[in-house]
């Protein structure tokens, strides 16, 4: 609850506002069976003309103008503050996750997150909405109901005050049961976005490969795991319900009963038991009020702990003084220092394919390497070899657990995060056209000029089929391109690498799609045109690093050889290996 309080803060004032309005729409509201009482029974039977009724029928009519006016306002303003409100968690929820770690971003998990955003954010905006409005009528209506029939009949009264205490004890305890059955609903909606987001991304395989019954089935099991312990939160926390009608009804009866005997005697009045009939029902919605908003409470606290959970991270990855970090050996571009890194060191979390209670072994172990400024640098090895982890740790989305990475002569702790990233040209693998135009994916919000990106596109060797549409750059493209061929989307993706004319330019698989003459295009313009770049190529293809300055063999996270394809023909069994495998495939 402390974090809807804290995002409340700024309306607080409008919402004391709206309390009071909500107050004074149910005041009056609670004023009418009382004037009816009154209407029934010293009205009409002194009477001796029609004005009196007719007046006090006018006040009845005026009392529910009002009580409509102010409870519709009231509410209106409530949605308002709710409305505002939820964006503000969101867009605090979404900046967050964009400055994570990745270490951070592993123990979240995106499913998790995309739920936090979407159902959880959801949760919240509807509790907020609702205690502005029920939050005061329900109470209001519950003890203001039971004050006035005290004052119209006590013996009746009591009746009330025997079931009301029983009845708000009963709604509290299922209350308080049900916060962490929620947080176990929220749990398994994680793991349903989960399920849903790898068959809908992967939804190309599983045809290709004739597997929708068992994706069904496994979407199918994540979907009855979380509706089996929504129906398990539902009915606990529907259990005050059914309760509560019980006891009203009982109550009510007790009434009907009791008045009927004592309108016989003559010790109270047709008019109070019609007034006390009244403020039962009333008295039944306020007490079901309460219990909605008590079943919303465990939700929206459920939901805002998980929240809170992702906002209150503290930013890992923040720049360091100069003189907190290390002094760089040289001034080369690039500079890996003894560096040693696992994605996870704490046993408690999964992170990358590594299960709990499972023996870790680096995935980089002593790393040393250094790229002068417009060099270039390949990267060659097996998969899981830890290629894609340089990237990480150059681009500092992690920081090593040993040694130190430099780029430009400074360490990168030293960077904030946009002067680092600044500096980079990526293509990551397995990368992301997003669903708008060619234009937009290729500027992606930075200073592109059209020329820029026109001459990206001709060394990216993706200007031919981009013009070829009648659009042009501004033809949309389809959600992660899916309106695009795996070489077209590799080469949309290397322009939007090579626009901003960047120091670094990185290149990880990403001219794996791509023929082996596109491939070879590709490497001369690149060569020709960002010389001044330094170039970092990860590959699985032998060809596309033959010609970098220096180049680096992975296996397992170790470095098992360095230097110039001539000197590691020489030098490494396994470069040789690769070459003559991959020469004579490509020979054949």
């Given at each position: 609850m402390k974090l809807i309080l804290r995002y409340l803060r700024p309306y607080r004032l409008f919402i004391l506002l709206v309390m009071v309005i909500k107050l004074l729409g149910t005041g009056t509201d609670l004023l009418m069976p009382y004037v009816l009482e009154h209407l029934l029974d010293h009205v009409i039977p002194g009477a001796a003309d029609a004005w009196p009724v007719i007046a006090w029928s006018g006040v009845m009519f005026l009392l529910t103008l009002i009580t409509r006016i102010l409870n519709i306002t009231a509410n209106r303003m409530s949605v308002r503050v709710a409305r505002d409100s939820a964006f503000a968690i969101r867009r605090d929820l979404f900046h967050t996750a964009l400055n994570l770690s990745g270490r951070q971003m592993d123990q979240v998990g995106l499913p998790s997150l995309i739920s936090r955003m979407t159902s959880d954010t959801y949760n919240v905006q509807g509790f907020i909405r609702m205690i502005q409005t029920m939050g005061i009528r329900a109470p209001i209506m519950l003890l203001g109901g039971i004050a006035i029939t005290l004052t119209m009949d006590t013996g009746l009264a009591l009746i009330l005050c025997i079931t009301a205490p029983v009845m708000i004890v009963l709604v509290c305890f299922v209350s308080w049961k049900g916060i962490p059955m929620y947080n176990e609903v929220q749990r398994r909606m994680d793991l349903l976005v989960q399920r849903m987001r790898e068959s809908i991304t992967g939804i190309r395989v599983v045809k290709a490969l004739g597997k929708e019954s068992y994706e069904r089935r496994r979407y199918g099991e994540a979907n009855a795991g979380m509706t089996r312990q929504e129906i398990k939160a539902s009915v606990i926390m529907s259990l005050p319900g059914p309760i509560v009608t019980l006891f009203l009804n009982v109550g009510l009866t007790l009434v009907v009963l009791i008045g009927a005997r004592r309108v016989n005697g003559g010790q109270t009045e047709p008019g109070v038991i019609l007034a006390f009939l009244t403020y039962f029902n009333m008295i039944l919605m306020g007490v079901m009020g309460l219990n909605r908003i008590f079943m919303m409470m465990s939700k929206a606290n459920a939901s805002a702990n998980r929240i809170g959970e992702v906002i209150d991270l503290p930013e890992e990855l923040t720049p360091l003084a100069e003189e907190e970090t290390a002094k760089a050996p040289g001034d080369e571009a690039l500079i890996f220092d003894h560096v040693s890194f696992n994605y996870d060191e704490d046993p408690s979390v999964e992170a990358h394919g590594q299960f709990l209670g499972e023996e870790r072994q680096k995935c980089l172990d002593d790393i040393s390497f250094r790229v002068r400024k417009g060099g270039s640098l390949g990267i060659i090895g097996a998969t899981g070899s830890g290629k894609t982890s340089i990237i990480n740790l150059m681009m500092r989305f992690y920081d090593p657990q040993q040694g130190h990475?430099?780029?430009?002569?400074?360490?990168?702790?030293?960077?904030?995060?946009?002067?680092?990233?600044?500096?980079?040209?990526?293509?990551?693998?397995?990368?992301?056209?997003?669903?708008?135009?060619?234009?937009?994916?290729?500027?992606?919000?930075?200073?592109?000029?059209?020329?820029?990106?026109?001459?990206?596109?001709?060394?990216?060797?993706?200007?031919?089929?981009?013009?070829?549409?009648?659009?042009?750059?501004?033809?949309?493209?389809?959600?992660?391109?899916?309106?695009?061929?795996?070489?077209?989307?590799?080469?949309?993706?290397?322009?939007?690498?090579?626009?901003?004319?960047?120091?670094?330019?990185?290149?990880?698989?990403?001219?794996?799609?791509?023929?082996?003459r596109t491939d070879a295009k590709l490497r001369k313009a690149i060569r020709e045109n960002h010389g001044e770049a330094t170039t970092v190529v990860i590959a699985q293809r032998i060809s596309s690093v033959l010609s970098m300055d220096e180049i680096i063999v992975l296996q397992e996270g170790r470095m098992i050889g360095k230097g110039s394809h001539r000197e590691l023909m020489e030098s490494c069994a396994e470069y040789r290996e690769i070459y003559r495998t991959q020469m004579s495939e490509g020979q054949e």
């Open positions: 990475v430099f780029v430009d002569g400074r360490d990168v702790r030293a960077y904030h995060r946009d002067e680092l990233h600044r500096k980079f040209g990526v293509v990551f693998q397995n990368d992301v056209i997003f669903a708008d135009t060619i234009r937009e994916n290729v500027v992606f919000g930075r200073d592109v000029s059209d020329e820029m990106m026109e001459r990206a596109a001709e060394d990216a060797m993706a200007s031919g089929f981009v013009e070829s549409r009648e659009e042009r750059y501004d033809h949309r493209a389809a959600i992660r391109g899916a309106n695009f061929s795996g070489g077209q989307k590799q080469r949309l993706l290397i322009t939007r690498a090579l626009a901003a004319q960047p120091e670094i330019l990185v290149l990880d698989d990403a001219s794996s799609a791509l023929d082996y």
